[in-house]
């Protein structure tokens, strides 16, 4: 198969990491081609690269078997390179159709013609099936919707090769497979495809060859028919990984936890709760699973105390908690991973070490009298760094230097030594890599085979499935679906998480 | 309550909101594509000047004096687009610092070119025609905003329109918004963000310098330190309320220019209230007018933690 793009020895070193060192990579015409590690493994640099926004320091591109030189996307746009960025390239208020026409607007004099852009998008969307609606302004269509138009944009600059920068992490389960079936129906109208992700389970499924990279080098490529995910992980983490997390049996305990009827105030942009009855026993883990925006966060963030009830009662230990501060519920015996690790998880100019005293700086023996200690907390934090695996030569660097993941595991050292009754986990592993992922599962499986509550809240089914003793559905502020470990696979859960089925979820005795 | 039908009054009132609406434009550009720009007050300052400045030099034609105030502010104001879109500096210090500038400059210039302090006026101006159709005094509102007016409050006012075009029917508006929504959009799509904004800035700095001729050759004959007294602060929040619409925008400065001739003509009527009083009027209907519009965007945000909706509405819809 001739190549559409060969990557030859490319280099791209930056103060004090190379991000790229020797990288070479062949991608042939029509395949679709997945490059899969872990973050920082260089994957995003070396399309960057491609996509003429990062200069190389040495290597030379291929397109077609024309060697040239990309300095901007303007210059990969025009060698029919389209890359689907992972975060969506939108214009939040303006209509679909006038985000796929930016940078190539069809013109009748003076102003822009519509009419013709209208026409040009719906024979592309026809002949790949791809609908959306182009008069709908981008704030209210859905994350998959979003991802469609990311795509037309691509397909309307008649690109002949298409990078997806991990397009399935904001996708449920039904929106995944109808992506794979766009990228497949792509790869018959002949386009070829980078697809970048971390799910070997998608790789598996939709690639014809795979390329694998850590730390900035190729460690593995070749057909995916001779790949399995054991193999492929293993090139990924250069080790053999745990797929199952170890746990206890089952054997739960009495209820830490229990919301009745439970309610919050409706607020901009959020879905807000709407009498849920949810209880979480000693010793049991319980996943909520949903599409992100159904009223997970609030649910989080009600049991937390950051957001007030407006009916209902939570009941912690057979304890009513519902109008205690943020602090008291703390003292109390909750531990709270919040979803956005930056906004309300951690202080990114602040120390490691403060960030690790966050929830008991005011207590002995870390101040007295409003007076810090520093010996002491640096002592605590030192150890708790070496216990969580916390990648950092010293606490006293700013967390802003540490890795997403490394992050993560500064906010889980934090809740777990304060030996919770009860940990809401949101979004746990969001944004971390494999080895993380690993690590802060088997950190949730300790917690539960102690004795302790936990409630888990993801957008990853695989994760809710992997985890859970029991899982709940949450969709539209509702909790619509229940199920024990193994009752039911992600396809049955996808469909109450898209409102298709519901039934009645009061409160499992 | 008989002034809201008093055409002197409206008159009055277009004449107020035509600087402040040319001022609006440059910002609404700049807004529309990221840039905070407050420094147009300063641009505002600059303008009159210049045009004082050229119309003297030139035997009192005011036309080449405007024409100057537009090329020479815009000129200006590349120092603004040299710290904002070349440098990244911070909008709001930027901005800062050119006001303090603008200020110092022209009154440093004056002793320079003027020989003079505080106050200088322009004594052979030759005034510009007004605009008079006949058959247009018949009609109450339309003969208030037009007849016996300047020529560049018709510019102003086919302005408006020509902004509206710009920004929503064109290829140049839409980059233009694109940078302002999603910087990532407009690059990824092959969009050179420095040359869009350099355009605005420039063209924010050609605006306030009519504006400043406007004020200074055409409502007044003069140059005196502090005259635009915040004008472009008044602007911007003609910006701020209306929305992204270049007509939003042109009513609530009708609205300023309103609340300020009514100002005059209460003070003139002497009913006892202090005009201090009521020339703080549009400034404490600006501040009313931000707030509002503050905490409505706030509201529209995702209001997280104990920020409670204005309005419960009823969710129990299943």
Redesign the interface.
Known sequence: MPSAIELLHITKRYPGVIANDDVSIRIGQGEIHGLIGENGAGKSTIMSILYG?VKPDEGTIKIFGQECEIS???DA?RRGIG?V?Q?F??????TVL??I?????P?RG???DETRAAREITEIMDRYSLKVDLGAKISQISVGEKQRVEIL?ALYRQVKILILDEPTAVLTPAETDGLLNIMRRLREQGCTIVFITHKLKEVLAVTDRVTIMRKGVVTGAGETSEMNVRRLSELIVGREVATEVPMKPFSPGEKVLELREVRT??????M?L?DVFLSVRRGEIVGVAGVEGNGQSDLAEAIAG???L?AGSVRLCGREIGRDSIRRRRQKGIGHVPEDRLKTGVSKSCTISENLILNRYYTPPYSKRGVFSHAKISRFSEELCKSFLVKTPDATYPLSTLSGGNMQKVVFAREFESSPELLIAAQPTRGVDIGAIEYIHGKLGELRDEGRGILLISAELDEILALSDRIVVMYE??LVGQFLRGEADEYEIGEYMLGAKRREVRDEE | MEMLFNASVWAAAVRVATPLLLAAFGCLLCDKAGITNLAIDGFITVGCFICVAVTDQCGGNVWLGMLGAVAGTALYSAIFGLAVVRFRANHIIASIAMNLLSGGLTTFLMAAVFNTQGLYRLSNIQKLPLFHLDFLDGIPLVNAFLNNQSYVVLLTIALIFVMRFLLRRTEYGLKVTALGQSEGAAKSAGISPARIRWSVVLLSGAFCGLAGAYLSTTILSEFSEGMVAGRGFTAYTAVVFGGSNPIGVALVTLLFGFADAIGIRVELLGTGIPSSIISMLPYVLALVVLTISSVSTKLRQDGRFHLRPLSVGSHNLS
């Open positions: 926004m901007s996307p303007m746009i890359m960025h975060h390239m939108l214009m939040p208020d303006e006038r985000n026409i930016l940078g190539r607007t013109r003076l102003s822009i944009k105030a409706p607020r901009p942009g959020r807000p709407h950051m957001i007030p407006e502020g509702e």
